[in-house]
């Protein structure tokens, strides 16, 4: 579906508007697919979750055991379908088809992938039920769309005291890390419409805010939010108990 709607728009961008379009298919598919991903994962978790209970009460096996279980029978799921995600969009897309730009696609849209995965076993744990865990999600993905710079732009837009909530944002990372490694290099000039010419270079430093320094810190950032949300799942699974008699 992405590639079809958005069929070739990265081979010709000659306008400043062609780079809002990326913008979009970007936003549109990390935060689709993660969203689903992890709407799908909480029921399964849930249940899953009744079966600890009972089986640790049982001496059967650990937290960490069934956390680490949980985490790594993820992860051959979300690396097919990445793999298969990015084989058929990106050249669909037409982003320039050299190897080290179509990895960093695969990497990226695996890290978002992970720590959208993640969020949605860290909420299971976190709340008593299916719903609640449901609903929390849905809250904090308004946020996180709202503050990812696609809604909002971060340069042009966000206030200077709500900077903190784009920089505290996973969905702006990954966006952050997917036009940047698209984009990033690219110097054809592109027409501004009332204002000079710049090249996309240029465009997506100065409006976008997307900047070379910052590159290797946001993929730091994936890392990190990523263990974080393994060690709270760990955490809250672990201590919080909502097991009814």
Not at 40 to 67: F, N
Not at 111 to 129: D, E, H, I, K, R
């Amino acid at each position: 579906m992405f590639g079809i709607v958005f069929w070739k728009i990265g081979s010709t961008i000659e306008q400043q508007q062609d780079i809002f379009n990326i913008l979009g298919v970007v936003y549109g598919s990390s935060l689709f697919l993660g969203f689903m991903n992890c709407t799908i994962l909480q029921p399964v978790v849930s249940m899953e979750r009744v079966v600890l209970y009972r089986e640790k009460a049982a001496g059967m096996y650990s937290t960490l055991a069934y956390v680490i279980a949980q985490m790594a029978i993820e992860m051959p799921y979300m690396l097919v379908q990445v793999v298969m995600f990015a084989s058929i969009v990106y050249p669909m897309i037409g982003f320039q088809m050299t190897m080290c730009k179509f990895c960093w696609f695969v990497i990226y849209m695996a890290l978002s992938l992970m720590y959208y995965t993640l969020f949605g076993m860290m909420t299971v744990a976190l709340t008593p039920n299916l719903e609640t865990a449901a609903g929390l999600s849905f809250l904090i993905f308004i946020f996180w769309n709202v503050f990812s710079g696609f809604i909002i732009g971060r340069e042009q837009l966000i206030p200077i005291w709500w900077r903190w909530a784009y920089w505290a944002n996973p969905a702006a990372w990954t966006m952050y890390g997917l036009m940047f490694s698209q984009l990033g290099d690219r110097t054809e000039m592109i027409l501004m419409p009332g204002q000079a010419n710049q090249t996309i270079k240029e465009f997506i430093e100065g409006y976008l805010g997307l900047e070379s320094r910052y590159f290797s810190l946001v993929t730091c950032l994936h890392l990190t939010i990523i263990a974080l949300f393994a060690f709270l799942f760990f955490i809250f699974i672990k201590q919080l108990k909502f097991q009814r008699r």
